[in-house]
């Protein structure tokens, strides 16, 4: 009797945990994609997977192929980009049945960036210089860049399984550039992607910076 009893207890505790976590709107597993990341110097093609690790927690992953072109006419110096972004970030979800899912998260960003910055200089063909001539060089750069970001954001859902997640917060950076033999710096808008509305000099120097982030993805919810 007590076994029954208390095999009984068991069942109804288990049917009342998956009912609770049933009504959850928190992902368990969600593809994302970030269409403002096809904007800026260093445009990316970025994908990131979330997975439910706890009631109101969740892990998510992830990967930006850097495209070759920019979306600004001033960049037509920098060619041949190449690399990679990845990201790892961790979520705290306030609330899990409400309709707007406010959440509070911390993200680790690593870039690794590679690139052609194309110089112009001019010489001359005599000692007065009556014929002059323009020479163009290429100098291959590398950008690694390390950074730690601290969000606040929601996720909403469009329709049943598609959901709109949007954020801001701060950025902390570590900027390491390797050149060679690259002439003096130009004029640009910054490397980042677009996560902030709010361009900074670029100058191909190793520096930190602190700055805002903003960013927006459309996600499809699997479970």
Known sequence: MRTALLAGTLLCLVHFSYGQDSLSRVPRQALKFSPLNLVGTFPTLDFSFEQRIYRQVTAQVGYGYVLNYSSFDDDNEITDRRGHKIRAEVRYYITQRTRVLPYTSAEYVR??????????????????CSFTYQ??????????????????????????????????????????????????????FDEDEFDGFFPEPYTEEDRELLRLVIGVRFGYRFR
Do not use: Q
Not at 140 to 164: A, Q
């Open 111 to 128: 870039n690794y960036i590679r690139y052609d910055h194309m110089i112009e200089s001019r010489g001359c063909f005599d000692p007065i």
């Open 135 to 188: 020479k163009r060089s290429d100098y291959p750069v590398k950008l690694n860049e390390e950074g730690v970001n601290i969000k606040f954001g929601f996720v909403t859902y469009i329709k049943h399984r598609v959901m709109i997640d949007i954020n801001a917060g701060l950025r902390y950076r570590h900027l390491n550039y390797n050149e060679s033999d690259l002439p003096l710096p130009s004029d640009r």
